[in-house]
């Protein structure tokens, strides 16, 4: 399975961009989704998933900001995020949790979120 995100770039605070992430195989509609970031020197880190039902989770400081959502029919996955800050600065990626190891097994190349303060 290929993923590849796209949508990233360079925002003022408080703007929005809309990250996107295309899946090359089908497998996609039946397995739950996930956005990481990585920001320089830190750990990558969970900020949202979806499940294949439509179930979502976010990590706290992106709750009310950022929206995760999935378009099954066009395997592509999405990120909304509203209300950057500056510390939502990072690489984001997506990922795909295997239905059968329930691992996330495969993974995008990322795309840069900047965001000025």
């Known amino acids: 399975v290929q993923l590849v995100e796209s949508g990233g770039g360079l925002v003022s605070a408080g703007g929005s961009l809309r990250l996107s992430c295309a899946a090359s195989e089908s497998i996609f509609s039946i397995s739950t989704m996930g956005w990481y970031c990585q920001a320089p020197g830190k750990e990558r880190e969970l900020v949202a998933t979806?499940?294949?039902?439509?179930?979502?989770y976010y990590k706290d400081s992106v709750k009310d900001r950022f929206a995760i959502s999935r378009d099954n029919a066009k395997n592509t996955l999405y990120l909304q995020m509203n209300k950057l800050k500056p510390e939502d600065t990072a690489m984001y990626y997506c990922?795909?949790?295997?239905?059968?190891?329930?691992?996330?097994?495969?993974w995008g190349q990322g795309t840069q979120v900047t965001v000025s303060s």
């Open positions: 990922a795909l949790q295997s239905p059968l190891s329930g691992e996330y097994d495969y």
């Open positions: 979806i499940s294949s039902d439509g179930d979502t």
